[in-house]
């Protein structure tokens, strides 16, 4: 099975920063990858698909880059609204996901 | 739109079989997979299995010997069924429509394994 490994674990900002959060897969994922937003008490939400590819109604400050094994997600200005977990995941093979990172307000 | 609701029981005890339907509507199950994909409390996503549109099966190797999923696209609904539960099964149990990738996720239906 193909591990994803996210950093870091958990991520203090502030409003308005730009946020950077991280996954790298335990080999090459062909930019198989997407991002879900998981509020508390609620199920995940699809945020990105196929690596760089916003789904529809997510906010456009939301965006992905990456190739290969290594992928990022980006808040260009973190919002309180944006406070949750977020998944990476992979779907080259079985799919699996990474363990999350939690995103805090400083 | 596109709905996928969990429904089962919510306590079960070791040893038993978990039953779940996945009842869906704003799409048809014989163009789309659904995924069954379970959440310990606290804890991370792990995807358990999938049954596609032609109707065949992938499932975790983690579960696989445990595990079966089934449906019945008259009704739109997706079934689970796993047997010899174990308290390490509980968890929250989402039904997500599978595209590849999970594009729309049911709410989630609590299950706790516990004597």
């Known amino acids: 099975d193909i591990q994803m490994t996210q950093s870091p674990s958990v991520l203090s900002a502030s409003v308005g920063d730009r946020v950077t959060l991280n996954c790298k897969a335990s080999q090459n994922i062909n930019k198989y990858l997407n991002w879900y937003q998981q509020k508390l008490g609620e199920a995940p939400k699809l945020l990105i698909y196929?690596?760089?590819n916003l789904q529809t109604g997510i906010p456009s400050r939301f965006s992905g880059s990456g190739s290969g094994t290594d992928y990022t997600l980006t808040i260009s200005s973190l919002q309180p609204e944006d406070v949750a977990t977020y998944f990476c995941f992979q779907h080259n093979s079985w799919p699996t996901f990474g363990a999350g990172t939690k995103l805090e307000l400083k | 739109q596109v709905q996928l609701e969990e429904s089962g029981p919510g306590l079960m005890q070791p040893s038993e079989t978990l039953s779940l339907t996945c009842t869906v509507s704003?799409?048809?199950?014989?163009?789309?997979?659904v995924g069954w994909v379970r959440q310990p409390l606290g804890k991370g996503l792990v995807w358990m299995g999938t049954?596609?549109?032609?109707?065949?099966?992938n499932y975790n190797s983690a579960v696989q010997s445990r595990l079966s999923i089934s449906r019945d696209t008259s009704k739109s609904q997706v079934f689970l069924k796993m047997n010899s539960l174990q308290p390490e099964d509980t968890g929250t149990y989402y039904c997500?429509?599978?595209?590849?990738?999970?594009?729309?996720w049911g709410q989630g239906v609590m299950v706790t394994v516990s004597s």
């Open positions: 196929n690596t760089n």
């Open positions: 704003g799409f048809s199950l014989t163009s789309n997979g």
């Open positions: 049954i596609w549109a032609g109707g065949s099966t």
């Open positions: 997500a429509r599978h595209r590849p990738g999970f594009d729309y």
